[in-house]
């Protein structure tokens, strides 16, 4: 252990630790919902993300591009070498990462949310706001803060699309599975 550890890259922040507790984190949960064995774990779990990648537009090239330019400015490693990154810039005619996936560690738990239709504005953005089940529009998932705060996610046409893309983020991220708040034990009054 003593070897692996200086032969590890510089870590500027003091975050490298962490992030690869995370990615251990997601590795172990893969395991145990496909049954990989831990030596195949790491190419099955890429090669299952190229999958997904194919299912929901995005480019698994350029995610690799990006992935690598962020390992650089963590690890320091070429720090100068590449100031052009045209090499490593994703295709801008391709799909991008959607904002909040950037997010989505911070968030405590995702919500569903059914919406009604407010206002269509003439740049054709719109604006929604909650309503009841039976007067819902759409159905927006959202992602909660700890501190209350919320972001929009995505938004679906039916309650079954929004639950079924839950569904999905939780298997992959169990920490924003919906958590409700445990009911309060009675503590007798001491006289």
């Not at 064995?37 to 591009?65: G, I, K, Q, V, Y």
């Amino acid at each position: 252990m003593g070897d692996a550890m200086s032969t590890l890259p510089p870590d500027p922040e003091g975050m490298n630790d962490r992030r690869a507790a995370w990615a251990a984190s997601a590795l172990s949960v893969f395991m145990h919902v496909t049954g990989t064995h831990p030596d195949t774990a790491l190419p099955d779990m890429l090669c299952d993300l190229m999958h997904w990648c194919d299912r929901n537009e995005w480019s698994f090239d350029s995610a690799r591009c990006i992935a690598l330019s962020h390992y650089e400015a963590e690890t320091e490693k070429g720090a100068g070498e590449n100031q052009n990154m045209s090499a490593t810039r994703p295709d801008p005619q391709e799909p991008k990462m959607p904002l909040w996936m950037r997010s989505i560690v911070r968030f405590e738990r995702l919500e569903i949310r059914p919406c009604v239709l407010v206002v269509q504005y003439p740049d054709g953005s719109s604006y929604y706001e909650p309503c009841r089940e039976r007067e819902a529009e759409i159905w927006m998932v959202l992602g909660c803060y700890p501190d209350g705060s919320e972001e929009w996610c995505e938004e679906f046409p039916t309650k079954w699309h929004a639950m079924a893309f839950l569904d999905g983020l939780t298997t992959a991220c169990p920490h924003l599975g919906i958590r409700r708040k445990r009911p309060m034990k009675r503590r007798r009054r001491h006289k």
